[in-house]
């Protein structure tokens, strides 16, 4: 035996490919764990998109719902409408004709033109003027009726006392379109006493306003 050892030392180049080795393999170690890092972070951030999405989603879909549910409701209210408006119209031409003139002190005129017009020349506030020895007369204003046509006029006398003694409520004088005149036979009504007794002239009026 030559006494020569059978394992040679590792070489200076030999040391830094082992060094090398090691470092590739620590590399490796961390570039894998930095990949799992990742992919979990990754994963994370993709869930919770996918989360956000779906949020997203059933909230476009509540609002799709809501918006049928409300052009529902508006189609219904129209259809209300609708028939709300073909009711009225139909009583409108049933009631065409509730008022009938069949005569009068002029030419008769179409019927939808009829009208009646209602009124008193009020309790306590009466223009009475005194007339001969023993009546008194107003007269009533009508002109608020419209009328273009002369009416015919109905009246009576309404108070609080004493007026079942007089005579004439019901006899109208000069109607024109706008006014009427009554003459009581009443000596107790001359100077304000129709007034303090609330004499007051109440009418109906039918006639056309156009």
Not at 73 to 86: F, G, P, S, Y
Not at 87 to 110: C, H, P, Q, W, Y
């Amino acid at each position: 035996s030559s006494g020569i050892n059978a394992e040679c030392p590792l070489r200076p180049g030999d040391e830094a490919k082992e060094e090398i080795k090691e470092l590739e393999e620590k590399l490796v170690k961390e570039i894998e764990a930095l990949k799992e890092t990742c992919a979990e972070e990754l994963k994370a951030s993709v869930n919770e998109g996918k989360e956000e999405i779906n949020d997203l989603k059933s909230k476009i879909e509540s609002l799709g719902q809501k918006d049928e549910e409300q052009t529902g409701i508006e189609e219904k209210l129209v259809k209300e409408i609708e028939a709300l408006k073909e009711t009225f119209a139909e009583e409108l031409e049933a009631r065409k004709n509730d008022v009938m003139v069949i005569s009068g002190e002029e030419d008769l005129r179409e019927e939808r033109c009829a009208k009646v017009c209602a009124g008193t020349s009020v309790r306590g506030a009466t223009n009475w003027v005194d007339f001969s020895s023993n009546g008194i007369y107003t007269d009533v204003d009508i002109s608020k009726c419209g009328f273009v046509t002369i009416p015919t006029v109905t009246s009576s006398l309404e108070g609080t006392t004493n007026h079942w003694s007089t005579t004439g409520s019901s006899e109208i004088y000069n109607v024109t379109t706008g006014t009427f005149r009554i003459y009581l036979v009443a000596p107790q009504g001359r100077g304000s006493g129709a007034n303090k007794m609330g004499w007051n002239v109440e009418w109906i009026a039918v006639g056309y306003t156009c």
